[in-house]
């Protein structure tokens, strides 16, 4: 865990705990930009704290996941403030998700 009481994860790292566990995958970018293929809720960074009943219980791994990292780190941070234990981000979201190969869908 970081400082900020959340993991950061490389996008090798999430390849393999998507393979290996149960987590949440949260889209927090606006606009929608894409989407990694096992993602299971989209809600925006800066309405995460107002979206809570849309995530599963406060110790249940959530990963969060936006373009670049940025807003996913705002949105991690808000979620550890509110008491989520196992909070993990894409660290360079889905930009360094694409860099290390990996598929990007985008539905419009």
Not at 60 to 68: D, E, K, N, T
Not at 75 to 84: C, E, H, N, S, T
Not at 92 to 106: D, K, Q, R
Request: charged fraction near 20%.
């Amino acid at each position: 865990r970081n400082p900020d009481g959340y993991v950061d994860l490389r996008a090798e790292q999430l390849q393999a705990l998507l393979q290996d566990e149960k987590v949440t995958l949260v889209n927090v970018h606006v606009p929608y930009e894409g989407e990694l293929p096992a993602t299971d809720r989209f809600i925006p960074f800066d309405q995460i704290q107002n979206r809570t009943v849309e995530l599963p219980d406060k110790d249940a791994p959530i990963v969060l996941y936006c373009r670049s990292g940025s807003m996913s780190t705002q949105a991690a941070k808000v979620l550890v403030g509110l008491g989520y234990t196992n909070v993990y981000e894409l660290d360079g979201g889905f930009n360094a998700w694409v860099a290390a190969g990996y598929e990007l869908l985008y539905k419009p």
